[in-house]
């Protein structure tokens, strides 16, 4: 296990306590450590029909440590892993980048805030869309209206592959999360989407080392992106569907 002082951690987030992680099985599931709660989270739309909040569904009861999730898209007892793994025809393999995420960002530079893009890591949520996409939005925002727009929509990125900062103060807006998974589910497109990893939960790939610690961190779960073990969108074009039922009405972000 990489040691704690080594631990490259994005800025603007903190790593959650030690006993909170995810170790990536070579040819298997997500093994998730310490007992986050495990919730589903619904994309909701506005009255335009754009993505605007996360209502929480079901939550997943499990006293189990490790608690087993299907990352092949085959479980038949999703989320969780049922062994199907070991006779479906996907690639475990991990192909993601240990490079931070920043540093293959693209930045949008407007009058008050920088955004940073890194699109491989796009989970197709389309929060980014709700009022004006959030490229435009940030090359004029100066009103505090305008910059809580950005804000907003960058903190409901759930992949963080979109970050925001404060070009005077150069401080990054991250959302508070507690160390927890969601488990997306997108009914507007009528699809299933990944797991979310909020709160700095450390990640662990197959060979020992750790990915960048970061607020946001979308996994796949489908079993087809191509940026394993990150979610990369897959799941809307290939009609994800993990026929859980849905759960709404327990609040929402």
């Known amino acids: 296990m990489t040691k704690k002082e080594e631990l490259p951690i994005e800025e603007g987030s903190e790593r959650a306590p030690e006993q909170f992680y995810i170790k990536i099985t070579a040819d298997g599931p997500y093994f998730v450590y310490g007992n986050p709660p495990i919730d ?24 189990e440590n490790p608690v087993h999730l299907c990352r ?20 475990p393999r991990e192909t993601a980048s240990h490079r931070p995420l920043l540093e293959d960002a693209d930045e949008i530079d407007g009058p008050t805030m920088v955004l940073g893009d890194n699109e491989k890591y796009c989970a197709f949520a389309r929060f980014c869309d709700a009022r004006g996409r959030i490229w435009n939005l ?7 209206e305008e910059r809580e727009l950005v804000r907003r929509e960058a903190g409901h990125c759930p992949s963080g592959r979109l970050v925001v900062w404060d070009k005077e103060t150069e ?45 946001r961190v979308t996994l796949c779960r489908c079993g087809q992106s191509s940026n394993k073990p990150f979610c ?12 859980i039922p849905l759960e709404k009405g327990k609040g929402e972000w």
């Open 40 to 63: 589903q989270e619904i994309i909701m739309p506005n009255a335009e029909g754009s993505s605007w909040v996360y209502q929480k569904g079901k939550h997943f009861e499990t006293s």
């Open 72 to 91: 092949c898209g085959h479980s038949k007892h999703k989320p969780f892993c049922d062994g199907s793994h070991k006779h479906a025809d996907w690639n």
């Open 138 to 144: 940030v090359e004029k925002a100066e009103t505090e």
């Open 171 to 215: 401080e990054i807006y991250e959302p508070p999360f507690e160390p927890s998974i969601g488990i997306i589910e997108d009914p507007g497109i009528r699809v299933s989407g990944p797991i979310w990893v909020k709160g700095g939960i450390r990640i662990e790939g197959a060979d020992g080392q750790s990915y960048e610690i970061r607020n």
């Open 232 to 243: 990369d969108g897959t799941h809307a074009s290939m009609h994800f569907c993990d026929n």
